[in-house]
């Protein structure tokens, strides 16, 4: 069975200056990388080229075995709805919509609006008594939580998050970390994790940028 991500060769360069290269893995189902690396090492670049939002320089990224340089960008978009989810480390929930609602919208984006489904992934959360509210009554880490709910709706193989914890405190980000790798595991979700902070994701496999 193909990998739900493959990654050969990959390079990257802003004019001069060299960011990465010769960065190749794979991952299958289920499996969590971390990405780790000082700030300006690359890892957002490199998530972007992941996630099909930053044109390819060398090298080629496969979903599911596909190649997808060369898509256009629009079936692109319609690929990665199903194939990734994204998390930030700002929440970019919508503010005039409830936490259900936000975790319901890429279901709208696909045609498929279940909110049973997104009850359920509140729940999984623990923001089951939330769903009703607006994100400004929402804690950080609850906004952060109803994130990576959205991110999961969908049932995406491929869970990219950069920095999701990185405006928590330690409790709130160890929470949210736990909550997000356990619902991607009962879901067969990969996921890609970039971070600054070693200890964060202390004994899970990583990949390094930007030096030693
Ligand atoms: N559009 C761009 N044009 C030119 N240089 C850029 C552009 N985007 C990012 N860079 C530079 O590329 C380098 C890597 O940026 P990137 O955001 O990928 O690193 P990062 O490891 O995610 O950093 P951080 O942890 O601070 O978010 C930085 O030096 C950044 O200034």
């Not at 360069?13 to 990465?20: A, H, K, T």
């Amino acid at each position: 069975m193909n990998p739900t991500l493959e990654v050969q060769g990959l390079g990257f360069s802003y004019g001069e200056i060299r960011l990465f290269e010769e960065v190749s893995f794979a991952l299958h189902p289920g499996e969590t990388r971390a990405i780790l690396g000082p700030s300006g090492s690359g890892k957002t670049t490199l998530l972007h080229l992941l996630a099909g939002l930053l044109a390819l320089q060398e090298g080629e990224v496969l979903w599911k075995g596909e190649r997808i340089r060369g898509y256009s960008e629009g079936a692109l978009a319609r690929r990665r709805l199903s194939y990734a989810g994204l998390v930030f480390q700002h929440h970019y929930l919508q503010a005039e919509l409830t936490a259900l609602e936000n975790v319901l919208l890429p279901g709208y984006l696909a045609g498929k609006v279940d909110p049973a489904w997104g009850h359920e992934l509140l729940a999984r959360v623990g923001l089951e008594g939330r769903a009703h509210l607006l994100p400004q009554a929402l804690s950080g880490g609850e906004r952060q939580r109803v994130a990576v709910a959205r991110a999961l709706y969908n049932r995406p193989q491929l869970l990219l998050a950069d920095e999701p914890t990185g405006s928590l405190d330690r409790r709130n980000a160890l929470r949210v970390l736990e909550l997000m790798l356990g619902l991607a595991a009962q879901l067969d979700t990969a996921v890609i994790l970039a971070t600054h902070d070693e200890q964060l994701v202390a004994g899970m496999e990583e990949l390094r940028l930007g030096g030693p």
